[in-house]
């Protein structure tokens, strides 16, 4: 009797832990991660974009995709811009506007709107980042856009994003 005790606990047993095997694999497949990686882009003789590009989401979970590039053209000095792009229900952006870069510990930039007149599209913005980039800490950031009235569309970039635009600045026009 209590050898088949035994059993039926070992089993058991054995069920929970293989339950928490596949719960704790479904968490990592189904984490919310943002991964980037830097790209080199050929353009027309001359020049090279590198880009890092992202998808975050904002503070009422639309999806927004983060291009920080860097223009690279030889014998000229090279330009860094963050994009964003809103997808399908995002909220249109206000231009000219400027962007807030704010740090968790209260540091504040503000990076000027490119797009003066009229953007491609009333949900995408692009902003001047060659002077903030090389001043912004290793730490998370939250990307701030103003809306009509007195809201905004807050962007939160994890640290390893923060990391890898921090890499743009290193690229050098000899790999061109």
Known sequence: MI????QIFRRILLVGILTIFIFLGLINLTSGKAFAAITQ???????????????????????????LFKQVNSGQSSNINLRLVGFPGSAELIHP???????????????????VDEAPAPTIGQYDFTEILPQLPLESLT??????????????????????WQSLISTEKAKI
């Open 97 to 115: 506007q400027p962007l807030r870069i704010t740090t968790n510990t209260g540091k504040n930039w503000q990076a000027d709107d490119i797009f």
């Open 3 to 6: 050898h088949h005790i035994r």
């Open 41 to 67: 882009l050929g353009n027309p003789p001359g020049e090279v974009i590198y880009r890092s590009q992202v998808k975050l989401d904002d503070q009422s979970g639309k999806v927004w995709q983060v291009v």
């Open 143 to 164: 990307l701030s856009m103003s809306l009509p009235g007195k809201n905004f569309i807050n962007i939160s970039v994890p640290t390893h994003v923060v990391k890898e």
